[in-house]
């Protein structure tokens, strides 16, 4: 079971829901360490924050699907005096390209950086974690894509879809030495980069979810943090789904008030 007085690990903890759930894992008790590929001038001002707190925080620029980054990474995190006890893998990227024109580079990218890269550091994570004794949690970032098949998304609804079993895989394996791992698969959340996907984010996504509102990052970090913490001791192998109830409800024709 993790103590919040340990240390958690955040990948693309920079900005985004990344930034949201450092900032709630530290207000929760936990020192926080992150990575991020671009952005110093941000890792710096959420250092800050963290510390503010009355947390230790370390942010370092790696690549989550490079090994040789992953492994140093943790060599900063051990000369840093942290022993992973919660890691979070939220690093992640994605195209909009139908089937038919997606370039092989651009699949590559998207399952280098969400899927192996959540391998690469679960594993790495992982291994810290069973040499410590103390076992720990593990918070992998899905999607409504674990669910639901998405045009133009085809590299990214795989990526995710294989964190799902991953998350399930890693759970069996991982159980016996106390290690928990879940999976948090947002829904429509508000942020920077869905803003940017369409007009009006919130209000094509609003009618369509039954709570009638788009997710914040709070939301999904608030999950995050209850499968990270002792509440949920009991907890391996599930996805958590944050979504408003929007992917729960069948496609359904309107049949114009009919009994």
């Known amino acids: ?52 707190m009355g947390r230790r925080a370390l942010a370092r620029r790696s690549d989550v699907g490079v090994k040789a980054d992953v492994d140093s990474f943790y060599a900063a995190l051990a000369d840093w005096g942290g022993t992973p006890d919660v890691l979070v893998n939220n690093a992640g ?29 679960t594993q790495a994570a992982a291994r810290r974690m069973v040499a410590a004794g103390k076992g720990g949690a593990i918070v992998n970032l899905g999607s409504g894509c674990n669910l639901l098949a998405f045009p133009r998304l085809v590299d990214y609804t795989a990526s995710k879809g294989g964190i799902e079993q991953l998350t399930k895989v890693s759970a069996l394996e991982l159980g016996p030495h106390g290690i928990r791992v879940n999976c948090v698969a947002p829904g429509a959340i508000e942020t920077d980069r869905t803003r940017a996907e369409v007009g009006d984010y919130a209000g094509r996504w609003s009618p369509i979810t039954p709570l009638r509102r788009v997710g914040t990052v709070a939301d999904v970090a608030a999950a995050v943090v209850w499968l990270a913490g002792p509440e949920s001791a009991f907890v391996t192998g599930q996805t958590l789904l944050v979504d408003g109830g929007v992917f729960s409800q069948a496609v359904w024709p309107d049949y114009g008030g009919a009994d």
């Open 1 to 52: 079971m993790s103590d919040p007085s340990g240390t958690a690990v955040v990948t693309g903890g920079n900005d985004g829901l990344g930034r949201e759930m450092v900032l709630a894992l530290a207000r929760r008790g936990w020192d926080v360490a992150f990575n991020f590929l671009t952005g110093e001038d941000h890792a710096a001002t959420l250092v800050a924050a963290v510390e503010a």
């Open 93 to 121: 990227v994605q195209t909009w390209s139908p089937l038919l024109d997606l370039a092989e580079e651009e699949w590559d990218r998207v399952i280098r950086t969400n899927l192996k890269g959540c391998f690469l550091h």
